[in-house]
Protein backbone atom coordinates (compact mmCIF):
# COMPACT_ATOMS: atom_id res chain seq x y z
CA UNK A 1 0.00 0.00 0.00
CA UNK A 2 1.54 3.54 -1.25
CA UNK A 3 2.12 5.77 1.30
CA UNK A 4 1.18 8.88 -1.02
CA UNK A 5 -2.28 9.76 -1.27
CA UNK A 6 -4.93 9.20 -3.83
CA UNK A 7 -4.66 12.62 -5.72
CA UNK A 8 -0.86 11.97 -6.22
CA UNK A 9 -1.33 10.12 -9.17
CA UNK A 10 -3.93 13.09 -10.11
CA UNK A 11 -0.84 15.40 -10.52
CA UNK A 12 1.63 15.15 -14.03
CA UNK A 13 4.74 14.24 -13.00
CA UNK A 14 6.66 16.88 -14.30
CA UNK A 15 4.23 19.14 -12.27
CA UNK A 16 4.58 17.08 -8.49
CA UNK A 17 8.03 18.67 -7.30
CA UNK A 18 7.75 21.90 -9.58
CA UNK A 19 5.20 22.79 -7.08
CA UNK A 20 6.77 22.74 -3.90
CA UNK A 21 10.50 22.09 -4.26
CA UNK A 22 12.57 25.03 -4.72
CA UNK A 23 14.66 24.60 -8.21
CA UNK A 24 17.12 27.44 -8.13
CA UNK A 25 20.50 25.85 -7.26
CA UNK A 26 22.32 29.13 -7.41
CA UNK A 27 19.79 30.05 -4.27
CA UNK A 28 20.39 26.85 -2.88
CA UNK A 29 24.05 27.89 -3.42
CA UNK A 30 23.92 31.27 -1.85
CA UNK A 31 21.79 29.60 1.61
CA UNK A 32 23.83 27.17 2.34
CA UNK A 33 27.44 28.63 1.84
CA UNK A 34 26.31 31.85 3.95
CA UNK A 35 24.91 29.13 6.39
CA UNK A 36 28.07 26.83 6.98
CA UNK A 37 30.58 29.72 6.53
CA UNK A 38 28.89 31.80 9.75
CA UNK A 39 28.15 28.65 11.38
CA UNK A 40 31.93 27.53 11.35
CA UNK A 41 33.46 30.89 11.61
CA UNK A 42 31.46 31.55 14.98
CA UNK A 43 31.70 27.85 16.53
CA UNK A 44 32.93 27.87 19.96
CA UNK A 45 31.72 25.15 21.76
CA UNK A 46 29.45 21.75 20.96
CA UNK A 47 27.36 22.79 22.78
CA UNK A 48 26.15 25.03 20.22
CA UNK A 49 25.80 22.01 17.81
CA UNK A 50 22.09 20.99 18.65
CA UNK A 51 21.25 24.56 18.24
CA UNK A 52 22.69 24.64 14.86
CA UNK A 53 21.25 21.50 13.58
CA UNK A 54 17.62 22.98 14.63
CA UNK A 55 18.81 26.47 13.42
CA UNK A 56 19.30 24.67 9.68
CA UNK A 57 16.38 23.11 10.12
CA UNK A 58 14.37 26.50 10.24
CA UNK A 59 16.18 28.13 7.68
CA UNK A 60 15.81 25.31 5.02
CA UNK A 61 12.32 24.59 5.85
CA UNK A 62 11.36 28.47 5.78
CA UNK A 63 13.79 28.75 1.88
CA UNK A 64 11.32 25.59 1.00
CA UNK A 65 7.94 27.30 2.46
CA UNK A 66 8.52 29.73 0.00
CA UNK A 67 7.93 27.63 -3.66
CA UNK A 68 4.29 26.14 -2.68
CA UNK A 69 3.07 29.77 -1.06
CA UNK A 70 4.48 31.61 -4.35
CA UNK A 71 2.97 28.82 -6.64
CA UNK A 72 -0.24 29.86 -4.82
CA UNK A 73 -0.45 32.86 -6.40
CA UNK A 74 -1.89 34.14 -9.16
CA UNK A 75 0.50 36.26 -10.71
CA UNK A 76 2.76 32.67 -10.34
CA UNK A 77 3.67 30.96 -13.68
CA UNK A 78 3.52 27.91 -11.98
CA UNK A 79 0.27 28.41 -10.32
CA UNK A 80 -1.44 25.27 -8.66
CA UNK A 81 -4.05 23.91 -11.15
CA UNK A 82 -6.91 21.65 -9.98
CA UNK A 83 -7.89 20.37 -6.73
CA UNK A 84 -5.47 17.83 -6.56
CA UNK A 85 -2.83 19.94 -7.42
CA UNK A 86 -4.24 22.72 -4.35
CA UNK A 87 -4.07 19.31 -2.12
CA UNK A 88 -0.66 18.37 -2.79
CA UNK A 89 0.56 22.33 -2.34
CA UNK A 90 -1.51 22.46 1.37
CA UNK A 91 0.00 19.39 2.66
CA UNK A 92 3.34 20.17 1.76
CA UNK A 93 3.38 23.88 2.71
CA UNK A 94 1.82 22.67 6.13
CA UNK A 95 4.64 20.54 6.32
CA UNK A 96 7.19 22.85 5.99
CA UNK A 97 5.72 25.56 7.99
CA UNK A 98 5.21 22.77 11.33
CA UNK A 99 9.18 21.90 10.54
CA UNK A 100 10.04 25.67 10.61
CA UNK A 101 7.61 26.13 13.53
CA UNK A 102 9.17 23.35 15.79
CA UNK A 103 12.98 24.25 15.00
CA UNK A 104 11.89 28.13 15.85
CA UNK A 105 10.38 26.34 18.88
CA UNK A 106 13.82 24.57 19.66
CA UNK A 107 15.73 27.86 18.99
CA UNK A 108 13.72 30.14 21.82
CA UNK A 109 14.14 27.45 23.97
CA UNK A 110 17.24 27.91 23.99
CA UNK A 111 17.72 31.47 24.51
CA UNK A 112 17.60 32.96 20.28
CA UNK A 113 14.08 34.96 20.67
CA UNK A 114 15.56 38.09 20.18
CA UNK A 115 17.82 37.25 17.15
CA UNK A 116 15.48 35.99 15.64
CA UNK A 117 12.80 38.42 15.50
CA UNK A 118 15.39 40.51 14.48
CA UNK A 119 16.93 38.43 11.47
CA UNK A 120 13.37 37.95 10.60
CA UNK A 121 12.48 41.44 10.56
CA UNK A 122 15.68 42.41 8.60
CA UNK A 123 15.05 39.40 5.90
CA UNK A 124 11.18 40.41 5.46
CA UNK A 125 12.64 43.79 4.43
CA UNK A 126 15.17 42.65 2.20
CA UNK A 127 12.24 40.30 0.46
CA UNK A 128 9.52 42.98 0.61
CA UNK A 129 11.81 45.45 -1.26
CA UNK A 130 13.27 42.77 -3.77
CA UNK A 131 9.19 42.10 -4.47
CA UNK A 132 8.88 45.99 -5.40
CA UNK A 133 12.13 45.98 -7.21
CA UNK A 134 11.03 43.56 -9.50
CA UNK A 135 7.86 45.02 -10.24
CA UNK A 136 9.47 48.00 -11.68
CA UNK A 137 10.47 46.21 -14.79
CA UNK A 138 12.37 43.66 -16.65
CA UNK A 139 15.33 46.63 -16.37
CA UNK A 140 15.46 46.03 -12.61
CA UNK A 141 14.80 42.20 -12.34
CA UNK A 142 18.95 41.80 -12.17
CA UNK A 143 18.51 44.49 -8.96
CA UNK A 144 16.12 42.52 -7.38
CA UNK A 145 17.88 38.72 -7.69
CA UNK A 146 21.24 41.05 -6.11
CA UNK A 147 18.80 42.02 -3.32
CA UNK A 148 17.77 38.65 -2.84
CA UNK A 149 21.15 37.58 -2.35
CA UNK A 150 21.71 39.65 0.86
CA UNK A 151 18.42 38.06 2.11
CA UNK A 152 19.63 35.30 1.48
CA UNK A 153 23.18 35.39 3.02
CA UNK A 154 21.34 36.95 6.78
CA UNK A 155 21.75 32.95 7.16
CA UNK A 156 25.31 33.61 7.94
CA UNK A 157 24.48 35.93 10.49
CA UNK A 158 21.58 33.81 12.23
CA UNK A 159 24.76 30.51 12.08
CA UNK A 160 27.53 33.08 13.74
CA UNK A 161 24.98 34.42 16.35
CA UNK A 162 23.77 30.52 17.47
CA UNK A 163 27.49 29.53 16.92
CA UNK A 164 28.92 31.83 19.22
CA UNK A 165 25.93 32.71 21.63
CA UNK A 166 25.66 36.11 20.52
CA UNK A 167 26.00 38.72 17.71
CA UNK A 168 29.14 40.97 17.37
CA UNK A 169 30.55 42.62 14.36
CA UNK A 170 32.47 40.06 12.95
CA UNK A 171 28.85 38.83 11.82
CA UNK A 172 28.30 41.63 9.79
CA UNK A 173 31.53 41.31 8.61
CA UNK A 174 30.65 37.67 7.44
CA UNK A 175 27.39 39.06 6.06
CA UNK A 176 28.42 41.64 3.68
CA UNK A 177 31.19 39.19 2.44
CA UNK A 178 28.96 36.44 1.50
CA UNK A 179 26.10 38.93 -0.07
CA UNK A 180 29.41 40.35 -2.07
CA UNK A 181 30.31 37.14 -3.69
CA UNK A 182 26.84 36.21 -4.50
CA UNK A 183 25.94 39.64 -5.91
CA UNK A 184 29.38 38.67 -8.29
CA UNK A 185 27.76 35.55 -8.86
CA UNK A 186 24.99 37.00 -10.10
CA UNK A 187 26.53 39.47 -12.22
CA UNK A 188 28.98 37.47 -13.98
CA UNK A 189 26.31 34.76 -14.74
CA UNK A 190 24.08 37.08 -15.96
CA UNK A 191 27.06 39.06 -18.31
CA UNK A 192 27.45 35.16 -19.98
CA UNK A 193 23.53 34.39 -20.23
CA UNK A 194 22.77 38.52 -21.69
CA UNK A 195 25.66 37.79 -24.28
CA UNK A 196 24.43 34.98 -26.02
CA UNK A 197 20.63 36.90 -26.18
CA UNK A 198 22.09 39.72 -27.61
CA UNK A 199 24.14 37.25 -29.95
CA UNK A 200 20.55 36.01 -30.51
CA UNK A 201 18.97 40.08 -31.11
CA UNK A 202 17.40 39.97 -27.83
CA UNK A 203 17.62 42.14 -25.10
CA UNK A 204 20.17 41.23 -21.86
CA UNK A 205 22.42 41.98 -19.36
CA UNK A 206 25.56 42.98 -21.43
CA UNK A 207 28.66 44.87 -21.30
CA UNK A 208 32.29 43.96 -20.19
CA UNK A 209 33.56 47.22 -19.19
CA UNK A 210 30.54 47.93 -16.60
CA UNK A 211 31.33 44.43 -15.08
CA UNK A 212 35.40 45.44 -14.91
CA UNK A 213 34.49 48.43 -12.79
CA UNK A 214 32.49 46.47 -10.43
CA UNK A 215 35.01 43.96 -10.07
CA UNK A 216 37.34 46.59 -9.15
CA UNK A 217 34.61 48.28 -6.75
CA UNK A 218 34.70 45.23 -4.68
CA UNK A 219 38.69 44.75 -4.54
CA UNK A 220 38.81 48.42 -3.73
CA UNK A 221 35.87 47.89 -1.21
CA UNK A 222 37.53 44.51 0.38
CA UNK A 223 40.73 46.38 0.83
CA UNK A 224 39.63 49.10 2.48
CA UNK A 225 37.85 47.07 4.57
CA UNK A 226 40.95 45.08 5.51
CA UNK A 227 42.59 48.58 5.82
CA UNK A 228 40.24 49.58 8.59
CA UNK A 229 40.34 46.29 10.53
CA UNK A 230 36.58 45.07 9.71
CA UNK A 231 38.02 42.30 7.86
CA UNK A 232 41.04 40.23 7.80
CA UNK A 233 43.84 40.68 5.12
CA UNK A 234 43.36 36.80 4.27
CA UNK A 235 39.93 37.32 3.76
CA UNK A 236 40.51 38.77 0.35
CA UNK A 237 42.11 35.34 -0.64
CA UNK A 238 38.93 33.96 -1.09
CA UNK A 239 37.80 36.65 -3.37
CA UNK A 240 40.87 36.17 -5.71
CA UNK A 241 39.37 33.35 -7.74
CA UNK A 242 36.49 34.85 -8.86
CA UNK A 243 38.11 38.68 -9.46
CA UNK A 244 40.37 36.71 -11.27
CA UNK A 245 37.62 34.45 -13.12
CA UNK A 246 35.23 37.40 -14.18
CA UNK A 247 38.10 39.72 -15.07
CA UNK A 248 40.33 37.56 -17.50
CA UNK A 249 36.87 36.47 -19.00
CA UNK A 250 35.79 39.83 -19.64
CA UNK A 251 39.02 41.07 -21.24
CA UNK A 252 39.32 38.15 -23.40
CA UNK A 253 38.17 39.63 -27.24
CA UNK A 254 36.69 36.06 -28.48
CA UNK A 255 33.42 34.67 -27.20
CA UNK A 256 33.41 31.24 -26.25
CA UNK A 257 30.29 28.81 -26.65
CA UNK A 258 28.01 29.05 -23.30
CA UNK A 259 27.55 25.92 -21.43
CA UNK A 260 24.83 26.07 -18.80
CA UNK A 261 26.00 22.98 -17.04
CA UNK A 262 29.95 24.10 -16.68
CA UNK A 263 28.96 27.43 -15.91
CA UNK A 264 26.74 25.46 -13.06
CA UNK A 265 29.47 23.91 -11.71
CA UNK A 266 32.31 26.22 -11.63
CA UNK A 267 30.67 28.34 -9.97
CA UNK A 268 29.39 25.56 -7.53
CA UNK A 269 33.60 24.92 -7.34
CA UNK A 270 33.53 28.74 -6.52
CA UNK A 271 31.28 28.75 -3.93
CA UNK A 272 32.75 26.29 -2.27
CA UNK A 273 35.94 27.02 -2.26
CA UNK A 274 35.38 30.87 -1.31
CA UNK A 275 33.71 29.29 1.93
CA UNK A 276 36.72 27.46 2.54
CA UNK A 277 39.01 29.95 2.20
CA UNK A 278 36.62 32.64 4.03
CA UNK A 279 36.50 30.32 7.01
CA UNK A 280 40.24 29.61 7.53
CA UNK A 281 40.80 33.59 7.17
CA UNK A 282 38.78 34.29 9.87
CA UNK A 283 39.57 31.61 12.05
CA UNK A 284 43.30 32.26 11.57
CA UNK A 285 43.06 35.70 11.52
CA UNK A 286 40.38 36.62 14.49
CA UNK A 287 39.57 34.74 17.55
CA UNK A 288 35.87 35.12 19.15
CA UNK A 289 35.90 38.42 21.21
Not at 94 to 108: G, H, K, N, R, V
Not at 199 to 206: D, E
Request: include cysteine.
Amino acid sequence: MSILPDYWRDIHPARRWTLVWPHEHGAWGILLVSLITGSAIGFSSAAAFSSLLWLTMAVVAVFCLRTPVENSLPASPFRARGSAEWRWVFVVASIYALTAALAIAMLIRAGFLGLLWKLGLVAAGVFVLQAITKRLGRASRLAGEVIGAFGLTLAAVAGWAVAAGGFKQQALAIWILNGIFAADQILYVQLRIGEVRAAKGSSGFSGRIPFLATEALIALFLIAGAHAGFIPWLALLAFLPILVRGGAWALRSDRDRLQIHRLGKSELFNSILFGLLLIAAFRLCIPLI
